[in-house]
């Protein structure tokens, strides 16, 4: 590789680090976890690199490294180990974090989350997602359907919660 050639992956890389990690650790949920995910995602993507520059997104290619990495770790260890640790970044969020979405967040199947992350986490349109994740549009929509159905079920308001409780008293 020529000195031009790194010298791009390396503006690459500095560049979208926070981003990288931030998708990484919402889609593990561990930051230590999401670390390996990212170096190992731009340890293949600095082999390619002269071929990934040549398409229009260099990113969707490393997302697409780390969601394929953290779906064949799930699938080894095929236990997923979750913390409620707050990723280690600069970004400070305007409302407080909801720890029971997050919380149910962690029990969905890894390509529901992977879907739920990229359309709504990182706000990327459908056919961004499926070119992410390499499926169809459909398949996304699918998955976002039955994701967002099993969230429902885990994370009730506070509002439904205490009419519930009327209701059984």
């Given at each position: ?159 439904q919660e205490s009419e519930t409780t009327t209701w059984t008293a």
């Amino acid at each position: 590789m020529d000195a031009t050639t790194r010298a791009t992956f390396d503006e690459f890389a500095r560049s979208r680090m926070p981003a990288l990690l931030r998708f990484a650790h919402a889609l593990s949920g561990d930051p230590h976890t999401a670390a390996d995910l990212v170096q190992d995602a731009l340890e293949r993507t600095v082999l390619a690199w002269p071929r990934v520059t040549r398409q229009d997104d260099p990113e969707a290619y490393v997302r697409r490294a780390i969601v394929n990495r953290h779906i064949s770790r799930w699938r080894r260890l095929r236990r997923e180990q979750l913390t409620a640790a707050v990723p280690e970044t600069t970004y400070v969020p305007t409302a407080p974090r909801d720890d029971q979405l997050w919380s149910a967040l962690t029990s969905l199947p890894p390509r529901q989350r992977a879907v739920i992350v990229l359309r709504y986490y990182e706000d990327l349109s459908e056919a961004q997602t499926a070119q992410t994740l390499g499926c169809s549009v459909g398949t996304v929509k699918s998955q976002a359907s039955k994701a967002l159905a099993k969230l429902r079920l885990q994370v009730r308001p506070a509002e439904q919660e205490s009419e519930t409780t009327t209701w059984t008293a």
